[in-house]
């Protein structure tokens, strides 16, 4: 075949593409059997935790690391690293609502974004994902009292209203979230736009839920 010269520092070496192409094959199939034998013994320790954990009086703290660990034996662009991480957001959340700790509130937010990373628009998790998001977000303005952690909230609501249109189910719950966060922000600013929009979102919500609904 042609000859190809590769300039390797201060010398030449001279192969052909046979045998650069034998190369490439070999390290590819390397990689793919390194990331298998991750996503293998990820997996393994995920199921075998997870029984351990259920097992567990304090099974948050078991998920948590459990979930935490198999991330990081996960590569990075396994299947399931998206659910992965929204699992371990709701661990997260439930450990912030018994220690109310600021950084397992960040740890969960930082776990969300990277989610939606890897979720676009139509993509299972991806509305629920957001939603958790905006509520974490209204988590954190609530001790941070930050206009930019109450804007950064407003626009995960309303990402998240987008994503459930007229007849998702559960469109209701996003009008109220979004309504309570505009509800905010007019305490704030006094904004007539603010008020007129939360009530419009509000009568929508209203329409939703006939007399007697249990919200």
């Not at 109450?150 to 996003?174: C, F, I, K, V, W």
């Amino acid at each position: 075949g042609d000859i190809v010269a590769v300039e390797q520092s201060d010398r030449i070496a001279v192969t052909t593409p046979e045998a650069s192409g034998a190369r490439f094959g070999l390290s590819q199939v390397w990689g793919t059997l390194i990331n298998f034998t991750r996503s293998a013994v990820g997996l393994l320790c995920y199921r075998v935790g997870h029984y351990i954990a259920t097992k567990r009086q304090d099974s948050i703290e078991a998920r948590a690391w459990l979930l935490t660990w198999v991330l990081y034996i996960f590569p990075a662009n396994h299947p399931r690293r998206a659910s992965l991480l929204y699992e371990l957001a709701l661990v997260l959340r439930d450990r912030y609502n018994r220690h109310r700790s600021p950084h397992n509130l960040e740890e969960r937010i930082r776990a969300l974004r990277e989610t939606l990373t890897l979720c676009p628009p139509g993509h299972p998790i991806c509305d629920v994902s957001l939603d958790l998001l905006a509520l974490s977000l209204a988590d954190r303005y609530n001790h941070s009292r930050s206009l930019d952690d109450l804007q950064d909230m407003l626009l995960a609501h309303r990402e998240t209203l987008e994503l459930r249109p007229p007849g998702h189910a559960y469109r209701n719950n996003s009008l109220i979230h979004l309504a309570n966060a505009l509800s905010d922000r007019y305490n704030l600013s006094g904004s007539p736009e603010d008020l007129e929009e939360m009530l419009r979102l509000y009568r929508e919500s209203l329409e939703l839920c006939p007399v007697g609904h249990k919200e």
